[in-house]
């Protein structure tokens, strides 16, 4: 069996462009340009204040997966966007949505107060996260993101995976 042929399908949509992307390298989806930066396994999210924990700790037998990407408003007008449209899917065929409670725990740690929606600004990148719980066994696996085009009535997506499979011995 050969390598993987891409890292990337862009589909649909009347802004898409097509082709082959890889993590760290910037693709256009709709009115924005993305680059994925990588994806970072963590027990927790969060910090200690005044000996308590505020944060978020992965379930027994989970960890928290944080996907750091960049988002860049390319039309000529400020846009309103939902920052939490991704999902994330592994080799067994699961998908899972970004977790509410560790996306706040992202946010108290950044000087980033934007939540579900975000104002983009032309021309301005914007480095963001999201973050998911997932299965121990799942980080082990291939993992994917998949990122919605922006907007009403478009129906592209892009398709980037940011673990391959680790070598089977």
């Known amino acids: 069996s050969g390598g993987q042929a891409s890292n990337v399908a862009t589909t649909g949509g009347g ?3 097509a082709g082959t992307h890889a993590v760290g390298k910037p693709f256009v989806l709709g009115n924005y340009r993305y680059t994925i930066a990588g994806v970072r396994f963590t027990p927790q999210i969060g910090k200690f204040v005044f ?3 505020m944060g978020k700790r992965a379930a027994p037998g989970a960890t928290l997966a944080v996907v750091t990407y960049t988002i860049e408003n390319i039309a000529n007008e400020t846009q309103t966007v ?3 449209d991704f999902t994330l899917s592994d080799s067994a065929g699961r998908t899972y949505r970004p977790s509410t409670d560790a996306n706040v725990a992202l946010l108290q740690e950044s000087d980033d107060k ?4 975000s104002q983009l600004q032309p021309g301005v990148p914007r480095r963001m996260r999201q973050a998911f719980e997932i299965p121990q066994e799942a980080a082990e696996s291939r993992l994917s993101v998949t990122i919605p085009e922006k907007g009403m009535w478009a129906s592209g997506k892009a398709v980037i995976v940011v673990k391959p499979a680790a070598d089977s011995p």
């Not at 934007?114 to 929606?117: E, G, H, K, L, R």
């Open 15 to 17: 802004g898409s462009s």
């Open 51 to 53: 000996g308590t924990f």
């Open 82 to 84: 939902l920052t939490d």
């Open 114 to 117: 934007d939540f579900i929606f």
